[in-house]
Structure formats: structure tokens, C-alpha cells
């Protein structure tokens, strides 16, 4: 009897078991503090103002505070074609700029009723 199938054998499920740990985000380094104009990001002092395309919104918004999660759309207006929630805060965007946020009973923008 030979042994090498069996090596064969155990070597995939060697293999099969070091698969690459997938990094998760670490705490946010940044406070956002929403505005009439949009987003301050804290400490840096920049903004993402209303405006912006989503996707110079989305992406850095994900990579700093982990992955949106998508909401529906009842109660929006017109040519609002997307709401993502990062934790309590909630954006709005339509096809081509970032239009509106609402976070707790505050908002500021095109924002939805529920």
C-alpha cells in the first residue's frame, strides 16, 4: 500500500486551512459632525460638503467607519436615488452629488421621512 495519496490528501486540507485573515477596520480616527453644509471631519478639519460625488463619499466614509449598510427609499424626494447608514448617520445622495443628512432628530438637506 502506498502512502501518497494520502499526502496528497492531507496536504490540500493543509492548504485548504491557511487561508488569508482578512483584515477588520480598526475604531474610526475621525468624528464627523454634521452641518448645514455637510460633514466636518474632525480632528483634520476638512469637510465633505453637499455636493460631492458619492464616490468620493462612499468609499472613505466605508474605509473609516466599516461598511454602510443600504436603506430604502420611502418618503424621499424626488432624484434622491440612494440612503447608506454609518452607524446613527444617515446620507443621502442622487445620481451625481451627495445631498443630505439626517443623524438622530437633526438632518440637513434633502433627507426622507420614514
Known sequence: MTWRPFRVLAMFALLAACQMAVPQPGPSK????????????????QRIDFGRSPSGVIPVLDRELGAHRPLLLEG??????ARHQWGALVLAFTRERFVGWQSGDRSSG???TP
Not at 31 to 43: A, E, N, Y
Request: glycine content about 16%; overall charge negative; hydrophobic content about 40%.
Open 110 to 112: 434633502l433627507t426622507c
Open 30 to 45: 475621525i468624528t464627523l459632525v454634521p452641518d448645514d453644509g455637510g460633514l466636518l471631519v474632525l480632528p483634520q478639519g
Open 76 to 81: 424621499c424626494p424626488s432624484g434622491v436615488i
